[in-house]
């Protein structure tokens, strides 16, 4: 079974950063991207950032030079990713969702979302 857990939503004022943490875990023997979503109320759930496991990285458009994916180093980390969110703006209030993609485990392979967490901008 594998478990995709997230952290580090909240409230912050426009213009206020945000990191955002997800941690893939379980039977993985390695897992092809990981990603951040994202879905506003009456809209659609969009693609935020991703990053592969080659380390190759993309962005929508609409985050360029705010938002930066990355993935953890550490032994213990490698499975995580974080989004650094700076610059934020009322438009990015959304939930935020991770994403692991071409997970390759003791089940299989397959795709994998987390719970979704909060990111509120606002004044």
């Known amino acids: 079974q594998v478990q995709l857990v997230e952290s580090g939503g909240g409230l912050v004022q426009p213009g206020g950063s945000l990191r955002l943490s997800c941690a893939a875990s379980g039977s993985i023997f390695s897992i092809n991207a990981m990603g951040w979503y994202r879905q506003a109320p009456g809209k659609q759930r969009e693609l935020v950032a991703s990053?592969?496991?080659?380390?190759?990285?993309?962005?929508?458009d609409s985050v360029k030079g705010r938002i930066t994916i990355s993935r953890g180093n550490a032994r213990n980390t490698v499975y995580t990713v974080y989004l650094q969110m700076n610059s934020l703006k009322p438009e990015d209030t959304a939930v935020y969702y991770c994403?692991?993609?071409?997970?390759?485990?003791?089940?299989?392979?397959?795709?994998?979302w987390g719970q979704g967490t909060q990111v509120t901008v606002s004044s």
């Open positions: 994403n692991a993609a071409g997970v390759r485990g003791t089940n299989g392979q397959g795709d994998y």
């Open positions: 990053i592969t496991r080659s380390g190759s990285t993309n962005y929508a």
